[in-house]
């Protein structure tokens, strides 16, 4: 990894990352699309044996296939899921918004209630690894907002199945339905629906370039999360930073994708040195080295900044999935971060922990989406309709907004319908 040293004028060209650039498969995602709106069970039959090379009957798996693939799993694995599943729950469980309602002037009471999704869809990615942590993360935040049914569609292997850690998942995790469909030919089934696979309100869980593209696509018949693309961490850090746990948080995201973004941003050179060297030491064991070799080449950057200000300024405008705090005092540094998917705090604390198990949740905006978007969460599955009621003396302390308002609009029947109801409460 190269060591940058930065000030603040040059700091604009090293925000960059590897962007999704779906423009050359959009023409191919769109006929997927169109084809499984048009055609349902028969275009996705089509596209699971040109994509992923098996010819399916049906793409439901059996509820007793689900329930028999607990049994199925090693033990420790089980107690792990069960673990992770626990304290994803508890944490979502706190996200739970209450409903509420106040005096807005007098009488005109003015609240706003909270109603779930009805049907969703969980998308888990499954082409080149399999993903049990992506079903926790998608269905339990689903589950503890009240959504009435969760499907979730994932890619068949090679042998037409689904890897019973992934149903052990959503089986554990309470997911309604699971469908062996993948890629963009899943997200439209979820969109507009076939024979066998009900249309859902809203579409969410990472995946590849194809499942982003036609995520996008599908947006507006139902809602999506956000377009994920490859992960990314920023770490800040001082002279206390830890540089073996900085090497190895570096060096874990980027064993995710050759597209994946790890970046340190220091204020001692020291630590720069001893970070770069040790990376360097780490690298030839790494069972991913040839992913982890080429996204560090391509995304990988340690830079050192004068201040821890100037560290700040960098990673507001970088605005990175994850980043890590390994200060001194991180809750300080906390206080100016303002463009972040999840922070994670001090030297024990590795991305790993939000990954698996501290209960946080793991799909989260990429690619400078942090600056707009929030990462998954209960209230992504929530609706929050708004309510209102007025009094006699509501009524007579809004004429004077509605009534002018409303005609100078020219929508006289909006008018009418207030003077109507003052003339009847004169009688
Ligand atoms: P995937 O399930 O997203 O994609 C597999 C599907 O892609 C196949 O079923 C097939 O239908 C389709 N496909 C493959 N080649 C195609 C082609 N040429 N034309 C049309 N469709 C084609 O699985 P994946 O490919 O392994 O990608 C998973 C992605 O999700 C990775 O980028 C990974 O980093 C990301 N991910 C992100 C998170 C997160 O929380 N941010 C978590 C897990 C995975």
Not at 70 to 91: D, T
Not at 146 to 157: A, L, N
Not at 271 to 296: G, H, N, Y
């Amino acid at each position: 990894m190269k060591i940058i040293k930065i000030d603040d004028g040059t700091m604009e060209k090293f925000l960059q990352r590897s962007q999704l650039d779906s423009s050359s498969i959009v023409n191919i995602v769109e006929d997927i699309v169109s084809n499984v709106r048009d055609n349902g069970d028969k275009a996705l039959h089509h596209y699971t044996e040109k994509f992923d090379k098996v010819d399916l009957k049906d793409f439901l798996i059996e509820e007793e296939d689900l329930k028999r693939s607990i049994q199925k799993i090693n033990s420790q694995l089980m107690v792990s899921l069960e673990k992770a599943a626990s304290n994803i729950e508890k944490f979502h469980q706190s996200q739970l918004p209450q409903e509420w309602s106040l005096e807005v002037d007098e009488g005109i009471t003015a609240g706003q209630i909270v109603r779930p999704l009805e049907r969703v869809g969980c998308y888990i990615p499954g082409g080149r690894a399999i993903y049990p942590s992506s079903i926790l993360m998608t269905v339990i935040p689903a589950k503890v907002a009240g959504v009435e049914e969760i499907i979730c569609c994932t890619p068949p292997g090679p042998d037409k199945t689904v890897q019973d850690m992934v149903l052990a998942a959503a089986y554990l995790a309470g997911a309604d339905k699971v469908y062996r469909v993948g890629g963009a030919q899943a997200i439209a089934a979820m969109a507009y629906g076939t024979e066998t696979i009900p249309a859902v309100n809203k579409i969410v869980g990472p995946g590849n370039i194809f499942v982003t593209a036609a995520k996008k696509m599908v947006y507006g018949q139902v809602d999506i999360d956000f377009p994920a693309g490859p992960s990314e961490v920023l770490i800040i850090a001082d002279e206390t930073g830890n540089p073996e746990y900085i090497a190895l948080d570096l060096l874990a995201q980027a064993e995710h994708d050759p597209q994946a973004a790890s970046v340190l941003v220091t204020t001692s050179m020291d630590l720069a040195t001893a970070v770069k060297d040790q990376v360097e030491e780490e690298l030839p064991r790494m069972k991913r080295e040839e992913i982890i070799t080429e996204s560090l080449q391509k995304n990988g950057k340690i830079i050192v900044v004068n201040t821890m200000d100037d560290a700040i300024r960098f990673s507001n405008e970088y605005a990175p999935e994850h980043l890590i705090i390994a200060t001194r005092e991180p809750e300080e540094v906390v206080k100016d971060i303002k463009n972040v998917g999840s922070i994670f705090l001090g030297n024990l604390t590795p991305v790993a922990a939000g990954d698996y198990g501290s209960g946080t949740n793991h799909v989260l905006p990429t690619s400078f989406c942090a600056r707009m978007y929030s990462g998954l969460s209960t209230e992504s599955f929530l609706k929050k309709p708004t309510v209102q009621r007025l009094s006699e003396a509501g009524l007579k302390s809004l004429k004077d907004v509605v009534i002018p308002l409303a005609e100078y609009e020219g929508l006289y029947a909006h008018a009418e319908s207030f003077k109507k109801r003052l003339d009847g409460i004169k009688k």
